[in-house]
Nanobody, 127 residues
Framework: QVQLVESGGGLVQAGDSLSLSCTASGRTFSTYAVGWFRQAPGNEREFAAAISLNGDTVFYADSAKGRFTISRDNAKNTVYLQMNSLKPEDTGNYYC????????????????????WGQGTRVTVSS
């Protein structure tokens, strides 16, 4: 099991950028694939981006393509989500999740694939 803590959320205006961080502790983070999910008020949690344990493979939801960039620094046990050109519909709680895997380049977009979750960080984008 790995403990995850998200940070970097806040209140921004449409068109602004935010960089979220997900820092892990408890296990060797380099054996975990990681994903970012978000949940808008009144909506179900949805996939945003994912990265393989070695960082070579990334995958984005259509809504995130071209605007969000996921990356990781295993030496710092941290995964990042750079969000540019933010829109009001990006508002919500952002969660990172991790799954221990032996597959170096596999990414996971289904929330059921993940075992460990952070508490979330709030992102609010005003129009």
């Amino acid at each position: 099991q790995v403990q995850l803590v998200e940070s970097g959320g806040g209140l921004v205006q449409a068109g602004d950028s935010l960089s979220l961080s997900c820092t892990a502790s408890g296990r060797t983070f380099s054996t975990y694939a990681v994903g970012w999910f978000r949940q808008a008020p009144g909506n179900e949690r949805e996939f945003a981006a994912a990265i393989s344990l070695n960082g070579d493979t990334v995958f984005y939801a259509d809504s995130a393509k071209g605007r969000f960039t996921i990356s990781r620094d295993n030496a710092k046990n941290t995964v990042y989500l750079q969000m540019n050109s933010l829109k009001p519909e990006d508002t919500g709680n952002y969660y990172c999740a991790a799954v221990n895997t032996r597959y170096y380049t596999r990414v996971y977009s289904n929330s059921n694939d993940y075992d460990d979750w952070g508490q979330g960080t709030r992102v609010t984008v005003s129009s």
